[in-house]
T-cell receptor, first 115, second 113 residues
Framework: NAGVMQNPRHLVRRRGQEARLRCSPM?????VYWYRQLPEEGLKFMVY????????ESGMPKERFSAEFPKEGPSILRIQQVVRGDSAAYFC?????????????FGNGTRLTVT | DQQVKQNSPSLSVQEGRISILNCDYT??????FLWYKKYPAEGPTFLIS?????DKNEDGRFTVFLNKSAKHLSLHIVPSQPGDSAVYFC????????????FGPGTRLSVLP
C-alpha cells in the first residue's frame, strides 16, 4: 500500500513533554501538508513543505510547533512542551504537484492526547 | 473569519434518494475546489474536484456544481447509499499560491436504509 503513512496512530503525552509525529508521503509525492482537527471542528491548515523547504507555515502556532521534511526520511511535526489544548487529530497529506488536478491524499492521522 | 462555510452541520436522506451538500466561500481568488469524505478514525478521502474554468464535474454517482458568481458549490450524490454516511468536507484553494487548502467545518450525512 503506497498511501500516506502516519505514525504513531495514537500518542499520549503528559503536559510539558515533547510530541513527534511522523508522516511518509505517497510514493513520488514531494509536497507535504499538515492539518489539525480539533474535536467537533473542521481541518485547519498548519504547514506546507516540500523537500528541505517550508513553503507556507501561516497556520503554525508561533511557539512550540515546528515541522521539517528532510531530503531523506519522513516529514516530522514536532510539538514541544505540550499543553492540554494541543490534544487533537493531526493529519498529514501529500500531493504529486502544486496546482490544479493534484488533490491532497491524507493519512489516517495521529491522535494526540495530552494528560 | 471562515472563508469556506458549510452551513448544514448534518443532513439525513433516504437510501436511493439524492443527497445535496452545499458549500459557500468568500474568497473570490479561490479557483480549485475539492470534496472529501471522512469516516470516524480515518483520514479524509478525496472524492471529486472542480476548477473554476468549469461549472460541473461528474464522477459516477458524484457530481459537483460550481456557481462562481454566487461563490457556491454543491455535491450531489445520487442514488444515495448507506455506505455514503460520513462527514463531507468542502475545501478550496488558490492554485497559483500553492495548495494551502481551506476546509469547511463539514456536514455529517446520514443515509437511512
Amino acid at each position: 500500500n503506497a498511501g500516506v503513512m502516519q505514525n504513531p496512530r495514537h500518542l499520549v503525552r503528559r503536559r510539558g513533554q515533547e510530541a513527534r509525529l511522523r508522516c511518509s508521503p505517497m510514493k513520488g509525492h514531494s509536497h507535504v501538508y499538515w492539518y489539525r482537527q480539533l474535536p467537533e471542528e473542521g481541518l485547519k491548515f498548519m504547514v506546507y513543505l516540500q523537500k528541505e523547504n517550508i513553503i507556507d507555515e501561516s497556520g503554525m502556532p508561533k511557539e512550540r510547533f515546528s515541522a521539517e521534511f528532510p531530503k531523506e526520511g519522513p516529514s516530522i511535526l514536532r510539538i514541544q512542551q505540550v499543553v492540554r489544548g494541543d490534544s487533537a487529530a493531526y493529519f498529514c497529506a501529500s500531493s504529486l504537484r502544486q496546482g490544479d488536478n493534484s488533490p491532497l491524499h491524507f493519512g489516517n492521522g495521529t491522535r494526540l492526547t495530552v494528560t | 473569519d471562515q472563508q469556506v462555510k458549510q452551513n448544514s452541520p448534518s443532513l439525513s436522506v433516504q437510501e436511493g434518494r439524492i443527497s445535496i451538500l452545499n458549500c459557500d466561500y468568500t474568497n473570490s481568488m479561490f479557483d480549485y475546489f475539492l470534496w472529501y469524505k471522512k469516516y470516524p478514525a480515518e483520514g479524509p478521502t478525496f472524492l471529486i474536484s472542480i476548477s473554476s474554468i468549469k461549472d460541473k464535474n461528474e464522477d459516477g454517482r458524484f457530481t459537483v456544481f460550481l456557481n462562481k458568481s454566487a461563490k457556491h458549490l454543491s455535491l450531489h450524490i445520487v442514488p444515495s447509499q448507506p455506505g455514503d454516511s460520513a462527514v463531507y468536507f468542502c475545501a478550496a484553494a488558490r492554485s497559483a499560491d500553492g495548495q494551502n487548502f481551506v476546509f469547511g467545518p463539514g456536514t455529517r450525512l446520514s443515509v437511512l436504509p
